[in-house]
Every structure is written in structure tokens, then in C-alpha cells.
Nanobody, 116 residues
């Protein structure tokens, strides 16, 4: 398994969850790491991205509420989600992009359900 995500679950609106993704040490030349999400009948959405240089980018819908971070020593990427809303309910995917060659690795999704 190249990417192993964990941390999804059920939470009430206004609550918090933290997603983590363990990245296999067999993946080299990482350019960036990201979290995407996609729910039933919805388009896939890039939620947050972090480059190897530490630059971050967020979807407008989550900016100020979600924080992406990476632990180089542990080879993990995390997504801290605060002030969750019902519309954040989705399957969240960990993604790693490498360069030379350009490859996009997808982890298995982890379900986040936000109840009212």
C-alpha cells in the first residue's frame, strides 16, 4: 500500500477531525502532497495542497477552517479540519505527486460524515 489514510469518521457540525496519511518510503521525488474529496454525485475537489517547500493552498470552501501539514521525518501528511459543516461530508483522498517521472498516487478514501 503506497498511501494509507486514516482518521475519518462521524462528527457533529462545528466539531473537528484530523486525517492522516502515511506515505510509503518507496515513493521518491515527491513534489507535493494533497487532500482531495469527492462525494456521491459531486465533482472531485482539491481541498488542500502542500509542496515540499511548505507552500500551501486551500479551496475557498475550507480556507480558515482546514490546515494541511506534513511531517518529513515520519513521511506523513495530515489535514486538521475544524468548524466542520454538513457540506464537508465526503470521501477524502490522500494524494502524492512526484516529479521525474510525474506520477500522481491516490490513497484509498476515508469517509468523513458531518451531522447536524
Amino acid at each position: 500500500v503506497q498511501l494509507q489514510a486514516s482518521g475519518g469518521g462521524l462528527v457533529q457540525a462545528g466539531g473537528s477531525l484530523r486525517l492522516s496519511c502515511a506515505v510509503s518510503k518507496n515513493i521518491h521525488n515527491i513534489e507535493s502532497m494533497a487532500w482531495f474529496r469527492q462525494g456521491s454525485g459531486k465533482e472531485r475537489e482539491s481541498v488542500a495542497t502542500i509542496t515540499t517547500g511548505g507552500a500551501t493552498n486551500y479551496a475557498d470552501s475550507v480556507r480558515g477552517r482546514f490546515t494541511i501539514s506534513r511531517d518529513t521525518a515520519k513521511n506523513t501528511v495530515s489535514l486538521q479540519m475544524n468548524s466542520l459543516k454538513r457540506e464537508d461530508t465526503d470521501v477524502y483522498y490522500c494524494v502524492v505527486v512526484t516529479q521525474l517521472p510525474y506520477v500522481r498516487y491516490w490513497g484509498r478514501g476515508t469517509l468523513v460524515t458531518v451531522s447536524s
